[in-house]
């Protein structure tokens, strides 16, 4: 009897092991952009959550030039000219209005994200709302443009593939979840 291998063996071996990785590479770019869509969905959860926990402290919102400015919350305004960005802001205090919404030019942006750099192939499809607003000290809830709305949803898909999605919830309550 031989120790050995046969050649027939080793081609056995060697055909499975490369089946194996063509499989794995050809779903590499699919595996890609999945988590590209759940990074992008996660950030935008913790971006809600971080104007959330801004509003929740009263925290005055502090310019380029360290001048600490008074402001009656923060949130989060979808452009839906701009698939691809959102935008915190903090409400500017002097604005009689109260409005409760991002008012472009009156409100202070806190950060502009845009995740084109990062996380290319994903868009925002779809928006219930433009945004959404947290008063201090509760924090009250409200969605820009109907401030009576109970639930803010915001769906990032593929560019090319819409039909692969995350949905993102905002509720009055002020829970956040990602489905």
């Known amino acids: 009897m031989s120790k050995g291998y046969t050649i027939l063996e080793l081609l056995v071996v060697v055909a499975i092991i490369s089946v194996l990785s063509i499989i794995t590479v050809s779903n590499f770019p699919q595996a890609k ?3 590209s869509l759940s ?3 996660n950030q935008f959860e913790q971006d809600v959550r971080r104007a959330q926990q801004l ?3 009263s925290a005055e919102f502090i310019d380029s030039n360290n001048v600490a400015h008074p402001v009656k919350g923060y ?3 979808i452009n839906t000219l701009n698939n691809t960005e959102y935008i915190i802001y903090a409400d500017n205090f002097d604005d009689l209005q109260n409005n409760q919404r991002y008012d472009a030019g009156r409100d202070y942006i806190v950060e502009t994200i845009d995740f084109t750099e990062t996380e290319p192939g994903i868009v925002i ?3 219930t709302s433009a ?3 947290f008063n201090p000290p509760n924090p009250i809830t409200t969605f820009q443009p109907s401030l009576e709305s109970v639930r803010f ?6 560019e090319n593939d819409v039909v692969k999605n995350k949905t993102v919830s905002i509720y009055a309550t002020g ?3 990602i489905q």
């Open 125 to 127: 499809k779809h928006a």
């Open 75 to 77: 949130g989060i305004y």
């Open 55 to 57: 509003s929740l402290s």
């Open 131 to 133: 945004g959404a607003h």
């Open 153 to 158: 949803d915001i769906v990032f898909a593929y």
């Open 33 to 35: 952009l999945q988590f």
């Open 175 to 177: 829970l956040v979840e």
């Open 39 to 41: 990074r992008v969905a």
